[in-house]
């Protein structure tokens, strides 16, 4: 089991107090030893700390790094190799369709076989359904979900969820087995180009999944955001767990 921190709120009036005397160590060293940890009910815990806070808790040492967060971004192109190779077609995703849900779930299934020395969220039908179908976001327009469709069997090659981002696609989750991941994302990508004006195609990730979704002529960008572990109660520690995590946009608790 893991568990996100997702919010840190301290009152004005001690904000710049962060000494190991401080409010703010005592609250978020216990919060350590209560929730995360070898003998307590969290193996494991992440969150997406922008910098400042980062540097504070390894200052403390509530924290260690196990990664960091990048920005890919796929430029409008035509079709690649990859996409000409999987003749494929865009369907939007019914939450009602039992089948979809079904295919979600076999879909599920292989990716995660591909991550059996990592660390991934599960990503089932259900937590699809919780996640983008239910959040607020969906009922606004502002998610889609899709299922990439072989052309002529019709089978269910990824799903995928995208998101308006300033002008731009986020690639929110993309559910597949690994060896689908870069012609999925370009099939994604000639479909802004050719559907969407032109919209340009992004994804955030952490780095250590970098290889397995960069496509010729993308262009990597720095977030400035770090992935924390816990370095104050006995567990799991940093080298064990550096480059270990799969986290995309979906995994953010606010986007």
Not at 44 to 56: D, E, R, S, T
Request: charge should be negative; aromatic fraction near 10%.
């Amino acid at each position: 089991m893991a568990i996100q921190p997702c919010d840190v709120m301290v009152h004005p009036s001690i904000r710049k107090q962060y000494g190991k005397g401080s409010l703010f160590f005592e609250v978020a060293a216990t919060f350590l030893e209560r929730e995360i940890g070898n003998t307590v009910n969290h193996l494991l815990g992440f969150g997406f700390p922008n910098q400042k806070a980062m540097n504070i808790s390894k200052r403390l040492g509530l924290y260690e790094k196990t990664d960091d967060f990048i920005e890919i971004v796929y430029p409008v192109g035509q079709a690649s190799e990859e996409q000409e190779r999987h003749q494929a077609m865009i369907v939007d995703y019914d939450p009602l369709d039992a089948a979809s849900r079904g295919e979600i779930d076999s879909l599920w299934a292989l990716m995660k076989d591909d991550y059996t020395d990592g660390i991934i969220g599960v990503r089932d039908a259900e937590y699809i359904q919780h996640r983008y179908v239910n959040h607020p976001f969906s009922k606004e327009k502002q998610y889609r979900c899709v299922i990439i469709r072989a052309q002529s069997s019709k089978q269910a090659l990824a799903f995928a969820v995208l998101k308006e981002h300033d002008g731009s696609k986020l690639l929110m989750d993309l559910i597949c087995p690994l060896a689908m991941m870069k012609p999925a994302i370009s099939i994604l990508k000639q479909e802004l180009s050719e559907g969407e004006g032109g919209a340009v195609l992004r994804l955030w990730v952490t780095s250590s999944g970098k290889d397995k979704v960069f496509t010729a002529g993308a262009i990597v960008n720095e977030l400035g955001i770090e992935i924390p572990c816990n370095s104050w109660n006995p567990g799991p520690s940093a080298e064990m767990l550096y480059g270990a995590w799969w986290l995309t946009a979906g995994d953010m608790d606010f986007i």
